[in-house]
């Protein structure tokens, strides 16, 4: 037994964190599959900042390791996404630690709707992120930038599952990168959220350190596999993916909403 779970589940809590670490590295969301899974697996005592510490402990990897790929094969835009990066770490940082004081069932409803309208926009704007246009300059471009990251940090360190979405859809759609450029981008500026949640939550305690490294290694696994899959296949890959992770992310937020 490892951290006192049966041997099977264990298993299950690896195949979970491989599949979201794969579709975490091509668009983001594998917090709906992986996180889901821990709450399931997890007993019902575990406190939820300890699920979410875990949950933390295994994206990181996975993250890091597409980041790696993508750094190798993907021209960034550095300065917007140091910029989003240190947002994203600062937002997060303040999400983890009010995590002990808020419901994710105040926050399911707005979700639901944001996402439908991220998927609904995206399907109807086929030409979305095919090539990067830029849409702002200047102070508008940096706002905009400034308060990607730090929204979205507070939602990875509070919640946490469709954070690398909302950073890819906010990066196409609101600043005007294309799919692969934005993702990459999306991947560092959620490894900075993960690394903060991180910190917070394993300096308080709130980390199954053995079961989220064996799960670690799982999702890094993933991530290597789907950055790779992702560079080499381009915008319309990521697109068609990004569509299918929006209706995942929807139909388990509607069931969650539902059975709260």
């Given amino acids: 037994m490892i951290d006192g779970l049966p041997l099977a589940t264990v298993v299950l809590l690896c195949l979970a964190a491989l599949v979201a670490g794969w579709i975490d590295s091509v668009v983001g969301g594998g917090g709906l599959i992986q996180l889901p899974a821990l709450l399931v697996g ?24 597409a980041s790696g790929v993508y750094l190798r ?22 999400g983890a630690h009010l995590i002990q004081y808020f419901s994710r069932a105040v926050f399911l409803p707005i979700t639901i709707v944001v996402v439908a309208g991220i998927g609904l926009y995206t399907w109807r704007n ?6 990067t246009h830029l849409k702002h ?12 990251g730090g929204l979205v940090g507070v939602w990875d360190g509070l919640i946490g599952p469709g954070t690398g979405v909302f950073f890819v859809i906010g990066l196409v759609s609101l600043l005007g990168y294309e799919f692969l450029r934005a993702t990459a981008m999306a991947k560092l500026a959620n490894l900075a959220t993960n690394v903060a949640a991180l910190i917070v939550l394993g300096t308080s305690g709130h980390i199954l350190w053995a079961t989220g490294a064996i799960m670690a290694a799982c999702n890094l696994t993933g991530g290597a ?11 319309s890959f990521i697109r068609t993916v990004f569509l299918v992770a929006i209706a995942i992310i929807e139909v ?9």
Avoid at 46 to 65: D, E, I, Q, R, W
Avoid at 73 to 94: H, Q, Y
Avoid at 226 to 233: C, D, K, L
Wanted: avoid cysteine; charged fraction near 10%.
């Fill in 42 to 65: 997890l007993p019902a005592s575990t406190p939820v900042a300890t699920v979410s510490g875990t949950n933390k402990l295994s994206s990181v990897a996975g993250t890091a390791m």
């Fill in 73 to 94: 094969k993907v021209r960034i835009d550095w300065p917007t996404t140091l910029v989003m990066v240190a947002a994203a770490f600062a937002g997060s940082s303040l």
């Fill in 126 to 131: 086929p030409k979305l992120g095919q090539v």
């Fill in 225 to 235: 596999i789907g950055s790779t899959m992702a560079v080499r296949r381009g915008n």
């Fill in 252 to 260: 388990t937020l509607i069931y969650e909403a539902g059975s709260t």
């Fill in 137 to 148: 300059d200047g102070a508008p471009h940096w706002l905009l930038t400034i308060g990607l």
